[in-house]
Structure formats: C-alpha cells, structure tokens
C-alpha cells in the first residue's frame, strides 16, 4: 500500500461481525489505480467485529483497524477522521455496499472541479419497501436532489444525500468542524453547517451504494434521529438563512396551520422568526383566526415580492401541490418561498 493514500474510507462498525465482510470486499474490490485506505473504527464492538478486520488486514494492508472504548457514532468517526491520511475522504457503514466504480467515479469528479466539496451519488435501497415504506421514500427523495442548488434548497426537509454515499476534502472538517455530538443527527447538523459557510455540494445522478436499512439502524432507535430532533436542528439554521435570503425578515407566511405544523413553528419563532398569517389548502381552515392569525387560502397570498412563504406541511405528496400552488401566484422557491418540512 503507498504511504500516501489518496482515499481514506472511514468507516465504523459497532457489533457488525455479521455485515462487514460484504462491505470490506465491496471496498477492495473497486476499480480505481488510486491508493486508498480503509480506515476501519471498532467503537468497542463486544462480537466478532474486531476478529473480522483483523484478518482482513492481514489479507490486505489497505485495512487500518482502529479500536475504540465504546463511545458512540459521532466519536469513532471523529477518531477516525484523525486516522485518515487521503485528501479525499469517503464515508461508508458497515452494513452498506459501495458499487465497484464508486471512488474512482466521485473521486474524478472532486479532481475535475475543484469548486465542489462534497459529492455524493444516488443510492439504491436495500430494504424492504413494502416494510419499510418511509426509508424507501425517503431514498426516493433523496434520489431526485441532484444539483447544488437543489441540494441546498431543499435542506431544510431533511438531509439532501446518504451519510455513507459521500466523498469530501479533507480540509473541510479542518476549516469548517467536524461532527458534532449532540440531541440532532450528525449527518444532517454537518450537511447544514457546511452549506452555511459556502461548501458546494454535487450529486452523481448514478447509483453507487447500496445503502441497507438493517433493525438495529441507529435512526431507528436513537432520539438524536426523531422528528423532533430534525426540526429542533433545522429552526436555527433556517432562521439564519432567512435573515439572509429574506427580504421581509423576521416576518413569513407560514403554510400549513394543523396542530403537527404548528408545534413546528414554534421552534421556528424561538429563533427570531415572526409569522405573519397562515397559508392552508383546507376549506375548513381558510379564513378562520388561529392565534389571532388569519388562515389564507394560496389564491389569497399578497402579491409576489410581498411576502416569504415558508412551507412547513409533513406530508412529503404536499410538496408538488404546495409548488404549484405558489407559482400559481408568481412564487418561486428560493426567491419568495422555502421549504421546513
């Protein structure tokens, strides 16, 4: 192996005797001529997890097991990181499987642009969609962000790429942090904060991860991944884009009114922001007080260049008709509209 990797995977396992083979294999198996390393963090496993990296770098000296007391995601990536020697740095987990032309793929794209970051790709879910409905359509969001300026405009509804999908610069979690620990989701606080300080994010429109959804997934199980944990984290950033992208700041139209929409809002107002009336399609709704706020209907909005619409509905089927809605009335998203939710 060269002293000098131009890759570091950095990927951590917890307990995963069962799954890191295939994803080491999917790992030394690509087809790239770049040196690269597999930083491999056992956060403490108490299987055969540290037996399993231990005979694949004795087969292979691309592998650089690095063992840890547990202590959780967020520290053996952070541990990791401080391992890795590659000036570009791929994410993987465990469970997940990296297609064989996955780094050679993102790694040209980083070398052919140097104004981009981040890149991910799209991936393919490895679950089962009819059980596992929500993750699948998560993945199916996921799958159709694929520019910057999509990227960037929709982060606010949650986390534009998959965590394991990614390859950045290693300067950026010099310059801009690393992961954080915390009551929030590393991936989507890390997301958010570098797209804060100007980091360009790009999206290969192929797909070049399988990325599985076992039980045991952390966003399962973990609170850090709860709604409520998304929308506490997403309130502060958003309220900061909005004092920047806002011309009417601290003052929105908030659309969606229900008791779910409403809770969300007031993390919104406890960074600042001002709601001004609501926006519902619900006939019920329309034209009502809630709050002493009035409940408009999309053909009421003021005149575009008027007002902010932040759309702050669940429901991800609302999103087309909220967009329709808003250019109905002259409304463009990123101009005079953005999405929370």
């Keep these: ?12 396992a917890y307990n995963a005797a069962e799954a890191l083979p295939a994803a080491l294999e999917s790992l030394l198996t690509q087809r790239t001529a770049r040196p ?13 997890t540290p037996q399993v990296l231990a005979a694949a770098a004795r087969r292979d000296p691309r592998v650089r097991p690095v063992r840890l007391s547990h202590g959780g995601l967020v520290a053996a990536l952070n541990a990791g990181l401080a391992h890795c020697r590659g000036a570009y740095i791929a994410r993987m987990d465990a469970d ?15 070398d052919a642009d140097p104004g981009t970051g981040v890149v991910s790709s799209l991936v393919a879910f490895g679950g089962d969609a009819a059980r596992q409905a929500g993750y699948a359509h998560h993945v199916a969001w996921q799958n159709r962000l694929l520019t910057h300026r999509e990227l960037s405009l929709w982060r606010f509804v949650d986390a534009p790429m998959a965590h394991p999908s990614v390859m950045f610069r290693r300067e950026l979690p010099e310059r801009f942090g690393a992961y954080r620990d915390g009551d929030f ?67 929105i139209l908030a659309w969606g009114s229900g008791r779910v929409s409403r809770q969300r809002w007031q993390l919104l107002c406890a960074c600042g922001v001002r709601i001004r009336a609501y926006v519902d399609i619900s006939p019920r709704r329309i034209g009502q007080r809630i709050h002493g706020l009035s409940v408009l209907a999309p053909a009421g909005l003021p005149p575009q260049g008027t007002a902010f619409v932040v759309a702050g509905v669940a429901r991800r089927d609302a ?18 509209a953005i999405f929370m939710s």
């Design 185 to 251: 989701p590393e991936d989507f606080e890390l997301w958010l904060r570098w797209l804060e300080r100007g980091v360009r994010l790009a999206k290969i429109p192929e797909t070049l991860l399988v990325w599985n959804d076992p039980p045991q997934r952390l966003s399962r199980s973990d609170a850090r991944y709860a709604p409520e944990a998304f929308y506490r984290t997403k309130a502060a950033y958003l309220a900061r884009w909005l004092a920047a992208h806002n011309p009417f700041h601290p003052e």
């Design 36 to 48: 690269f390393e597999i930083v491999a963090v056992d956060d403490g496993s108490t299987d055969a």
């Design 1 to 12: 192996m060269s002293d000098h990797p131009h890759i570091s995977v950095l990927l951590p």
């Design 319 to 336: 999103h087309e008709v909220i967009l329709s809605r808003l250019g109905e009335q002259g409304y463009a998203l990123g101009r005079d």
């Design 96 to 110: 997940d499987i990296s297609l064989p032309d996955r780094l050679e793929r993102q790694a040209a794209l980083l």
